[in-house]
Every structure is written in structure tokens, then in C-alpha cells.
């Protein structure tokens, strides 16, 4: 529904990415597990870890971007992707984890399916419309 309402306030199309799409934006070429590399480190996310457990503003981790600058991709909330999961259609995937998950699921790779029509406060999608709502 947002991207359907930002689309007609700027007038091109947009959406949310591909579970391919949302892993090369947060893991880069390389494939690293996290966004920032293969080491977790509860300072460069909003995870389980290190608090405060509960949402905060975008880009208060800026030592946690991705290769291409985006923000928040691991931990503060899962992030919806137009695929949906091989083992039931009916889900959505969602990636990067949220702030209540701990070091594995807050993996770039790490995977979950949910329903479209869910609506949770662990569940949002990525944070820089300019460069990671595709067009």
C-alpha cells in the first residue's frame, strides 16, 4: 500500500524488492553474512544482543551499511520481499531479522515466510526509498 501511494505522489512505479534483489542490497557481491561483513557485532544492529529492544530511528547504526549505504537491512525489523516460499505460497519471505532475534537470524541469508496481509511491529521494509524501492 505505500509503495502504491509514494508511486502516485512521484508518479513512477515502485515496489518492494525480490528475495535476490534484498540479499545483493545487504550482502553485496561477496555474499558476506552481515552487512557490514562475516563477524557479528552487536554494535552495528538493533538486535537481541545489545538492545534496547524495541525499534529506534533509521540510521542510528550507520557502521552497519551495506556495500551500496543501505541502513538497518539486519535487525530492527524483518523486511517483506515479493517472493513468496517455496514450501507455501501463501507466505511471503521476509529477511535481515528484527530487534528481538539473536546473531543467526539477523544473518543477511537468514529466511522466514509470512502471510502478505500480516501486520506486525517486527515486520517493515526497507528504509531508503531512493535507492532500495525499485523501480
Known sequence: AYCNWRARREGRKLGLPTEAEWEKAARGENGRFFPWGN?????????????????VPV?????????YGGLD???MV?????????????????????WI???GATRSAA???HPA???HILI???????QWIWN
Open 39 to 55: 563477524e557479528f557485532d552487536p554494535d552495528r544492529l538493533n538486535s537481541y544482543d545489545g538492545g534496547p529492544f524495541d525499534s
Open 59 to 67: 540510521g542510528r547504526y550507520p557502521s552497519g551499511a551495506t556495500p
Open 73 to 75: 537491512m539486519a535487525g
Open 78 to 98: 524483518d523486511e517483506w520481499t515479493t517472493t513468496h516460499a517455496e514450501w507455501d505460497e501463501k507466505l511471503n519471505i521476509v529477511k535481515g531479522g528484527s
Open 101 to 103: 532475534d539473536f546473531p
Open 111 to 113: 529466511r522466514r515466510g
Open 117 to 119: 496481509e500480516l501486520r
Open 124 to 130: 517493515g521494509f526497507a528504509a531508503l526509498f531512493g
